[in-house]
């Protein structure tokens, strides 16, 4: 089920799929690390990579293991007519942009971390998906803990 189409501010990566939340404990954090699919990332869990441009599967891991991406919130798109992938690039990067400065505490600009955005496909979107998920990282990973607040 393809689900997401994800957009480095300059680029895209496509994240897809639909299966499990994967093992989680009450507070709603990954315990393990599991590959789901898009449909189950939340905000707060972190990505070990994003292998291609194409993929169905997202491999989650605790935020305290090596990880890439932390997905730091999410939006919804607006539109009745699916905007295209430059549409999505610039409605989602803009939403992620305005949530990210109150998350990280600087500007996305100013920041030494990267931003992607996970976002709805043309065959999703004809299914009433609208939601992007806003992930903050870098290529490289080697990351640890939560992002929140670091203001670099």
Request: aromatic share 6%.
């Amino acid at each position: 089920m393809n689900r997401w189409l994800g957009v480095l501010l300059a680029s895209a990566a496509l994240l897809t799929g639909c299966a499990a939340d994967g093992p989680r404990n009450s507070a709603g954090q990954v315990t393990a690390p599991v590959t789901v699919d898009s449909f189950s990332i939340q905000v707060g869990d972190c990505v070990t990579k994003l292998e291609s441009d194409s993929t169905t599967r997202l491999p989650l891991v605790p935020c305290d293991q090596e990880h890439a991406w932390e997905a730091f919130a999410t939006a919804e798109l607006t539109g009745d007519e699916f905007p295209g992938n430059n549409g999505v690039q610039n409605q989602g990067g803009q939403l992620c942009t305005e949530a990210f400065e109150p998350f990280i505490g600087v500007a996305a600009k100013e920041s030494k971390f990267e931003v992607r955005v996970l976002a709805p496909t043309k065959d999703s979107w004809a299914q009433q998906d609208r939601e992007v998920v806003c992930l903050v990282g870098s290529s490289a990973g080697k990351l640890t803990g939560s992002l929140r607040g670091v203001a670099k």
